[in-house]
């Protein structure tokens, strides 16, 4: 398993900008070729990756879906964290999301009360609708700053509660009797503490706990409910 989770770590650093030889990886995560060769044509077969003619290659969903496999096989959390880009946080909160068989929606934009807004992450699975705000925050947290990213995120959740109506379509909840929008904080590590004003502030790798444990855990979190 220490095999398999280095030769992740160095892949997912490697192949930030572009397919990458075997044998870069081999040597940036001090593993024999010969190893590296064979758990790398495992995590092929297993589509983490693709592996062709000491070419490997990873699609941002592969790569979201690494970051995970090596959190599960025990990578220090820091560590993941450092070799993923920005842009990636939402393709490991979609990753998520879908694994635990909710419908996503990225950047998911709507007009009401002459007004754009914007979230970054829908998750639906009736009748929850995740609101998640992804954040960059790595070191350095500020109070000041988690509040007032709550505070919004509050306010975005609830104004696509009021227009929820007239989204239903566009959001994919046509058939749904009720709806409940969660607003959730997601960031990069933890933060100081796990909850603001009962809003939930959780780091990007433990979001798939997080799910399996959210709608048993609703009535104690900030929510929005609408019947149609």
């Not at 589509?47 to 062709?52: A, N, Q, T």
């Amino acid at each position: 398993m220490t095999v398999e989770r280095n030769l992740l770590i160095s892949v997912l650093k490697l192949t930030k900008t572009g397919p990458i030889q075997v044998k870069l990886v081999s040597r940036d995560a001090h593993i024999p070729i010969q190893v590296a060769d064979e758990t790398l044509r495992k995590l092929s077969d297993a589509r983490l990756i693709k592996y062709v003619d000491q070419m490997i290659e990873a699609s941002p969903n592969q790569r979201a879906r690494m970051t995970l496999h090596a959190v599960k096989l025990g990578a220090d959390l820091e560590r993941v964290c450092n070799v993923l880009e920005w842009k990636e946080f939402e393709n490991i909160a979609a990753t998520a999301f879908e694994a635990n068989n909710y419908a996503v929606k990225t950047r998911f934009r709507f007009k009401w009360a002459g007004r754009r807004w914007e979230i970054d992450v829908l998750g639906c699975k009736e009748p929850l609708v995740a609101c998640v705000d992804c954040k960059q925050w790595h070191h350095n947290w500020r109070r000041s700053a988690i509040i007032k990213t709550v505070e919004l995120q509050v306010e975005r959740t609830r104004t696509l509660t009021e227009a929820l109506v007239s989204l239903r379509e566009s959001v994919g909840l046509v058939n749904w009797k009720e709806a409940i929008l969660v607003p959730i904080i997601l960031s990069l590590v933890p933060s100081p503490f796990k909850f603001y004003n009962n809003v939930p502030i959780v780091p990007v790798l433990q979001l798939p706990d997080f799910l399996n444990k959210l709608l048993a855990h609703i009535t104690l979190l900030t929510h929005f409910s609408l019947k149609f």
